[in-house]
């Protein structure tokens, strides 16, 4: 069981936003600002989507875009693409003693 | 351009070491701003940060509690790599390794990636 929690699934068609929560709590999303985001297509690596919370590393469309309330933080996906069907993963700092926790993983899915 | 080449054996038998090589090119493993890390992906631990190190005038290394009396991270300079090192593996330790270059707790630069199946 994955620490923070993530649906395991999401869907949009092409051109609509999906909006993918990961749920943690005070000890961790909720405690820091270091919550990122990353995509993964099978076969391949993960690629860096959002970094503490809302910022987007040069290169990511600005289609992409994080933010956070509480425990739970969010990736909203705009303007749907076929390229953007992968699975989505979240990351939060947990403190000293647990360092990095990731969700269990979203699978986005372009109807 | 930052890349991380990974190497190492696929297949490790239960009780052996696992050991996994991430050669670094564009930055240097001594690098003031870099940190190097470790994560491995299964179907059923999902994505688990396993440790990193990094220099800061001297080194560093912090590890994950699920596996910090087994693991170790090497920084070799000679090379500019680093390496993981899993002892007492079992068939639980099979899983997709990364190596990442990280910032503060996000990696925006990952290794290929190496399935390790532990298996007799």
């Known amino acids: 069981q994955s620490a923070l929690t993530q649906p395991p699934s999401a869907s949009g068609s092409p051109g609509q936003s999906v909006t993918i929560s990961c749920t943690g709590t005070?000890?961790?999303?909720?405690?820091?600002?270091?919550v990122s985001w990353y995509q993964h297509h099978p076969g391949k690596a993960p690629q860096l989507m959002i970094y503490d919370v809302n910022k987007r590393p040069s290169g990511v469309p600005d289609r992409f875009s994080g933010s956070k309330s509480g425990n739970t933080a969010s990736l909203t996906v705009s303007g749907l693409q076929a390229e953007d069907e992968a699975d989505y993963y979240c990351g939060s700092y947990a403190g000293s003693s647990n360092f990095m926790i990731f969700g269990g993983g979203t699978k986005l899915t372009i109807l | 351009q930052i890349q991380l080449q990974q190497s190492g054996p696929g297949l490790v038998k239960p009780s052996q070491t696992l050991s996994l090589t991430c050669a670094i090119s564009g930055d240097s493993v001594s690098s003031n701003s870099a940190i190097w890390n470790w994560i491995r992906q299964s179907p059923s631990r999902g994505l688990e940060w396993l440790g990193r190190?990094?220099?800061?005038?001297?080194?560093?290394?912090d590890y994950a509690v699920s596996v910090k009396s087994r693991i170790t991270i090497n920084p070799d300079t000679s090379k500019n790599q680093f390496s993981l090192q899993l002892n007492s593996v079992t068939p639980e330790d099979t899983a997709v390794y990364y190596c990442a270059r990280g910032g503060n707790w996000n990696y925006a630069y990952w290794g290929q990636g190496t399935l390790v199946t532990v298996s007799s």
């Open positions: 190190t990094y220099y800061r005038s001297k080194w560093y290394y």
């Open positions: 005070s000890s961790d999303v909720g405690g820091y600002n270091y």
